[in-house]
């Protein structure tokens, strides 16, 4: 299917139109929905705490005419992920969409993109006209291409650096019979991204990694699936992982996908999100308490004070970040059934 799926990464600090800021792009889900590119110019989140605790509800930006179903299910997994998480901001949220043929209504979007371009130009040395025409091409023409997208963004000409979360044509993503609408763990994986970046730097693996984990864990944590549902999309990922056919590639290659090899970039899906998300299963498991409540009320905050590499070092109790690495493969290489009965052991 055609979609925006994007790792990770981040475009230079540069202007309005070449990304509007640091652009933390990041793609979603683990399933087949996801496909889509690497964006060319990326970088990982710098070593400082972007966003900060708080406790506000992120503000919601809605086109007007698209059917806010689709923003009522996007709030829901953001809400979701803020219960789990904490609250961390401040976040706006863009969501832009059509359905059906034609082009969106004049006055709707002449009233997004004043809305949007209040925001982002207040305070700063930008012009409105060099607003409008960046915010027609990162959100209009995207959504009357009929291409859904979503990724974080943020603007870090603001004093408070603002998270972007940004959704178009989420409605592609639905299907009838998901357990879970689709759009509701776009808002979770998306949200996690904003808790991950209050607390610093963490390879590629590891942000999407948590966020894929997390489409699948918090649904499962509020009541909305049973843990079969975990199992089968967790599944799914071993599935695609499997069909891999640079099976030499790992997670170690997918630490920073600006810096990663052209092969590794290839299958960023299958490193970064796939294995991402079983690595951090298998970090969980093989930390004292097995919790994931311990991961994020413990470990995260560890990051921030030693960074990530010592961080998982001192938080697992082992050698290296090489020995995890060598721990994590011999994880994988063990039978599907290993894996899932470890996936059911990790505590809430
Ligand atoms: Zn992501």
């Known amino acids: 299917m055609n979609d925006a799926s994007r790792p990770i990464s981040k475009t230079s600090a540069a202007g309005l139109l070449s990304g509007t800021i640091s652009v933390l792009l990041m ?108 915010a027609t091409e990162r959100f209009i023409d995207v959504a009357e291409r009929g291409e859904p997208e979503a990724y974080l963004s943020w603007v870090d000409e603001f004093d408070q650096p603002e998270a972007e979360l940004v959704f178009i044509n989420v409605h592609r993503w639905y299907l009838e019979d998901d357990p879970v609408p689709d759009p509701v763990l776009r808002g979770i994986h998306e949200y996690t991204h904003v808790f991950q970046m209050g607390f610093g730097s963490m390879p590629t693996w590891m942000m999407e990694g948590a966020a894929v984990f997390s489409e699948s864990w918090i649904p499962w944590v509020e009541g909305r699936c049973g843990f079969d549902v975990v199992s089968r999309r967790m599944g799914r990922l071993l599935d695609r992982i499997e069909r891999m056919e640079d099976s030499d590639l790992t997670i170690a290659d997918m630490e920073d996908i600006d810096s990663a090899s052209q092969a590794a970039r290839d299958h960023h899906r299958e490193l970064a999100y796939d294995a991402g998300a079983w690595a951090v299963v298998f970090l969980v498991h093989g930390s004292p308490s097995g919790s994931m409540a311990a991961f994020r009320d413990e470990f995260f905050p560890m990051v921030t004070t030693l960074g990530w590499e010592r961080a998982l070092v001192e938080y697992l109790g082992i050698e290296s970040i090489a020995a995890f690495y060598e721990g994590f493969e011999d994880f994988m290489a063990s039978p599907r059934r290993t894996r899932l009965i470890v996936l059911g052991e990790i505590g809430r």
């Open 27 to 134: 793609g979603c889900g683990p399933d087949e929905r996801a496909a889509g590119p690497v964006p060319s110019a990326t970088l990982q989140v710098g070593g400082e705490r972007v966003f900060v605790p708080m406790d506000e509800e992120p503000t919601y930006h809605l086109l007007d005419g698209y059917d806010p179903r689709w923003s009522v299910q996007l709030r829901e997994g953001i809400e979701m992920g803020r219960k789990y998480w904490g609250g961390f901001g401040p976040a706006h949220v863009w969501v832009v969409g059509r359905e059906g043929e034609g082009s969106i209504d004049r006055v709707a979007r002449e009233a997004f993109i004043d809305e949007y371009c209040g925001w982002r130009i207040a305070g700063l040395d930008r012009t409105m006209e060099e607003c409008r025409v960046h």
